[in-house]
């Protein structure tokens, strides 16, 4: 398998595992887990389609990680302000 291809199924991976565990009512779709969950694996896919030249897919994740990413900047905030 080739580091590629290892790439995008661990980004696949990532983002799937964190959705099936929000499903399961095991992570809260507000916790910092499952935002880095999502922010990790939207890189990975991202960097992905960067490689395979996908642009809708680039966009996609790019957004993805970008949302993510703001959510975990508020996730630790929260953290700060109750400490």
């Given amino acids: ?8 199924i661990s980004g696949a991976f990532i983002i799937l595992m ?3 565990l929000n499903e399961l009512h095991k992570l809260d779709r507000d916790s910092i887990v499952y935002d880095l969950l999502n922010l990790v694996g939207g890189i ?3 960097f992905y389609a960067y490689i395979l ?5 680039l966009i996609l994740n790019v ?3 970008i949302v ?3 959510d ?4 630790l905030k ?5 400490r």
């Fill in 1 to 8: 398998m080739s580091l590629t291809n290892l790439t995008g």
């Fill in 18 to 20: 964190g959705f099936t």
């Fill in 44 to 46: 990975l896919l991202a």
């Fill in 53 to 57: 030249s996908s642009t809708p897919f």
């Fill in 63 to 65: 957004v993805w990680a």
């Fill in 68 to 70: 993510a990413l703001r």
């Fill in 72 to 75: 975990v900047v508020i996730d």
């Fill in 78 to 82: 929260k953290n700060r302000q109750t």
